[in-house]
């Protein structure tokens, strides 16, 4: 299988970023050094190429409906401008993906985008298009993943480095707020949204601009590495990982979004998760803080400490932030309240660990 | 990129270097080995005392990104162990042929069927 390139693939290259295969896209890893990438964004601010996540649009008078069939969040109470996290589920409540749903701002019609992992764009849009013709609505979607290059400013110091190259009120965005404006002369969409917890902005333009834009903003640049470090520290989820439909089936209320549940909408798996959210559920995602040395990583066995396995570990890494072993596994409920000791198994060497709450940096 | 690759020491094709020192040969990770891994966070190392054998893992170096084993260029007796590495294995990095160095250990055999260094270097070029 080829790997699907981002537009500023050689660019990154000449750079002198490490690459590797994310969701079938070639993408950057590591530019200088994970810690120094991850350093940036927590202190001051760091820029990504995130041109692997999927853009799809959906307008047309029926296109909230399809959207709010589609997703578990309230496509409806967005106005224009807005944008909201949501999970895609099947009709047992399983997450297939997650996803940011932008009510566009400044056009008339309805007029929708939203943003799947790497390599889940062709499905969903299959899925959209499959449930529209089913349910007889009215709207049109396109799948414009390579039209778009996508590129994440973070930290404290992003709204003043991109403040320098916008035309846009950036100080005047509430969070998960959507602005279309210029970016070095580009017309973009700018949401005040990211995956790293640190104050940031998400930026979509044409893909044939990526250069300008990119280009434009004086930070450290970022790849994958320091993305994935960056998320689990504050505990958010990873599209394939922390959840799976093939090798990790989880609802939203296992994987502990519940917020982006809205029970009050119709959509595909609503009456399984109203089912579960009465019953409740056994696992749940939990935050483990290693107390001895190593590397927490996907995979490994979660076990009590007596021995018995009650889990397995999504996400691990080292905090570089907290310089403390971090990881994400789903475990009886029992251990959802922190400071319960549990053991992760490293190369068939128990480690003590104890459970806390998400996120990890205070 | 280039990679410091020191004419006193030899190789090992997954990324080792041995050095012959009075009596002991010292053990580590090269340049390129370091670069590739990127941040180390976490090293495990034998104990002193523990008997290696030629080419077969002795350790791991954890980087945030990836797991790694090292193999011992030549066999023999550990007699020394880098304590410092489990407070900073970040010296792996930083230093990777100094305060980056991981073990000692006492051998019969000599460094003849490792990598020169200019071997090495074609290797990683």
Known sequence: ?362 | MSFEIPDDLRYLESHEWAKQQDGTVRVGISDFAQDELGDVVFVELPEVGDELQTEAAFGVVESIKAVSDVYAPVGGTVTAINDDLVNEPERINSDPYGDGWMLELETDEDLDHLLSPEAYREQIE
């Open chain 1, 1 to 362: 299988m080829t790997l699907r390139q981002p537009p500023l693939r050689e660019a990154h290259a000449e750079r002198e970023a490490q690459f590797t295969d994310f969701g079938g896209w070639e993408m950057p890893v590591e530019f200088d050094s994970i810690r120094t990438e991850h350093t940036a964004v927590r202190e001051s601010v760091g820029k990504f190429d995130v041109s692997h996540m999927g853009e799809i649009s959906v307008s047309g008078p029926d296109a909230c409906e399809l959207l709010n069939r589609l997703t578990t969040n309230d496509v409806s109470a967005l106005d224009a401008g807005q944008a909201q996290y949501a999970a895609i589920t099947d009709t047992d409540g399983i997450i297939l993906d997650d996803t940011v749903v932008y009510n566009l701002p400044e056009t008339e019609r309805e007029d929708y985008l939203f943003v799947p992992n790497a390599g889940h764009d062709e499905e969903m849009y299959d899925r959209w298009v499959a449930h529209r013709d089913e349910w007889g609505l009215e709207a049109t979607v396109e799948n414009q993943t390579t039209d778009y290059a996508m590129f994440a400013v973070q930290g404290e110091d992003a709204p003043a480095v991109l403040g320098d190259v916008t035309s846009v009120d950036l100080a005047g965005m509430a969070r998960f707020a959507v602005a279309a404006g210029s970016v070095a002369g580009t017309a973009s969409l700018i949401a005040r949204t990211g995956y790293t917890g640190e104050p940031g902005f998400e930026i979509l333009c044409p893909s044939t601009d990526a250069e300008t834009v990119w280009s434009a903003i004086e930070s450290q640049p970022c790849g994958l590495g320091a993305r994935d470090t960056l998320r689990m520290e504050m505990g958010f989820l990873l599209s394939g990982q922390d959840f799976d439909p093939e090798t990790n089936p989880r609802t939203p209320y296992e994987a502990g979004i519940d917020f982006a549940v809205s029970l009050d909408t119709s959509f595909v798996g609503r009456d399984a998760l109203e089912a579960i959210a009465t019953e409740g559920h056994d696992e749940e995602l939990v935050g483990l803080t290693l107390l001895e040395r190593g590397v927490p990583r996907h995979g490994y066995d979660v076990t009590t400490t007596e021995g018995g396995t009650i889990g397995t570990v999504t996400s691990g890494t080292m905090s570089p932030t907290l310089g403390e072993p971090i990881a994400l596994a789903y475990l009886p409920v029992s251990y959802t309240e922190p400071d319960r000791t549990v053991q992760v198994v490293i190369r068939d060497k128990p480690k003590k660990a104890r459970t806390t709450t998400t996120p990890f940096l205070p």
